[in-house]
């Protein structure tokens, strides 16, 4: 990303004009260091809303530790996120390798550990604050119920 490169306010206005993919590119340039790029093939075209089907899995891919690491980053660049409610939804999205829970059987798991009764309204809204700003690591696969994980990601585990 660019912008945790870029101080300059006049070029980061400049930057913000142009498509997005040419701003990807320019930060790929800027850092030179990427040392690996995920991508997915699918026959079904891209929705633009993926989360809004309660039916379909959100799995993490990778290791925490990454993640975390990427977050922090992320929040000394830009700031904190703006979130209106108090959940930790990364103790409860499911490996990868082992992700069996809809998003619906998620946000239940939630209410019960918490203790609270939140909608499913509620949640979403929250958690699409999340994968928004995480979205840049691609760390946080959504599925169909019934994809498994790609047998070269389960052979090779330890690089995911």
């Not at 040419?22 to 260091?33: F, H, P, R, T, V």
């Not at 075209?45 to 989360?51: P, Q």
Request: proline share 2%; hydrophobic share 40%.
């Amino acid at each position: 990303n660019y912008r945790w490169f870029v101080k300059d306010k006049t070029l980061l206005d400049e930057l913000s004009g142009i498509p997005e993919i040419d701003q990807l590119a320019i930060g790929e340039l800027m850092s030179g260091n990427v040392l690996k790029h995920s991508f997915y093939l699918s026959k079904e075209i891209k929705e633009n809303e993926s989360l809004d089907d309660l039916d379909k899995k959100l799995c993490f891919m990778g290791h925490q530790d990454v993640f975390n690491q990427f977050w922090s980053i992320k929040e000394k660049e830009f700031g904190a996120i703006n979130r209106s409610e108090s959940v930790n939804f990364l103790d409860s999205i499911q490996s990868h390798l082992n992700c069996s829970w809809s998003i619906k059987q998620m946000f239940s798991a939630i209410n019960l550990k918490m203790g609270t009764n939140k909608n499913n309204k509620t949640l979403l809204k929250e958690l699409k604050i999340i994968f928004n700003f995480a979205s840049e690591i691609g760390q946080m696969l959504v599925r169909r119920k019934e994809i498994e994980p790609s047998p070269l990601s389960v052979q090779y585990r330890e690089l995911f």
